[in-house]
């Protein structure tokens, strides 16, 4: 069975770098047909894709968020991570880590961790 | 961007009853690449169809996906208690993988 785990911290001041680390059991990152990646959901519920990586098929990014946004894989702990810089108060929102399945970046996503909040504030 | 668009915004019905879910993309979905997932209050998203009709492993057969271009239907053939939850539907026939405002399904 797959699991994910975020971790990181829960609050981050403003125009600072969100970082969050998604730890994965029961499966590889280093999977030829998986991919990895970050949603968040905002306090009003709304889903949003943030990026997605594959160890041999590529990255992708929410064009809306891609000019802040950084993905990386270490395969040696097995873990992913999400770099988000210049962060604001619409940043906040709860970040899933997920696994994605599909070609070329189109993915739906059938693996979530249980997600983490993070708030931007003073 | 494709914009999706999920009705009713609320669904009260009975335990035992059908639930009908919709969800409209704004131009149509590339190979049907439509996504359904389930959320209930605290937890995460969890898939439910894939390519439009496709269950996803371990999800009931009273469950089903329908439609192709730009409509399509979540059907829930008789509500169990464990059911009544928010639902999403998702586009992956971008890169985007845009995700519809969702339709909450509650007890009547």
């Known amino acids: 069975q797959v699991q994910l785990q975020e971790s990181g911290p829960g609050l981050v001041k403003p125009s600072e770098t969100l970082s969050l680390t998604c730890t994965v059991s029961g499966g590889s990152v280093s999977s030829s047909v998986h991919y990895w990646g970050w949603i968040r959901q905002s306090p009003g519920k709304q889903l949003e894709w943030i990026e997605s990586i594959s160890y041999v098929g590529g990255t992708y990014y929410n064009p809306s968020l891609k000019s802040r946004v950084t993905i990386s894989v270490d395969t040696s702990n097995n873990q992913f991570s999400l770099r988000l810089t210049s962060v604001t108060a619409a940043d906040t929102a709860v970040y899933y880590c997920v696994r994605g399945r599909g070609l070329l970046g189109k993915l739906y996503f059938d693996y979530w961790g249980q997600g983490t909040l993070v708030t931007v504030s003073s | 961007e494709t914009v999706l668009t999920q009705s009713p915004g609320t669904l009260s019905l009975s335990p035992g009853e059908r639930a009908t879910l919709s969800c409209r993309a704004s131009?149509?979905?590339?190979?049907?690449?439509l996504a359904w997932y389930q959320q209930k209050p605290g937890q995460a998203p969890r898939l439910l169809i894939h390519?439009?009709?496709n269950r996803a492993t371990g999800i009931p057969d009273r469950f089903s996906g329908s439609g192709s271009g730009t409509d399509f239907t979540l059907t829930i053939s008789r509500l169990e208690p464990e059911d009544f939850a928010l639902y999403y539907c998702q586009e992956y026939g971008t890169s985007l993988g845009t995700f519809g405002p969702g339709t909450k399904v509650e007890i009547k």
């Open positions: 131009q149509s979905i590339t190979r049907n690449y």
């Open positions: 390519g439009s009709s």
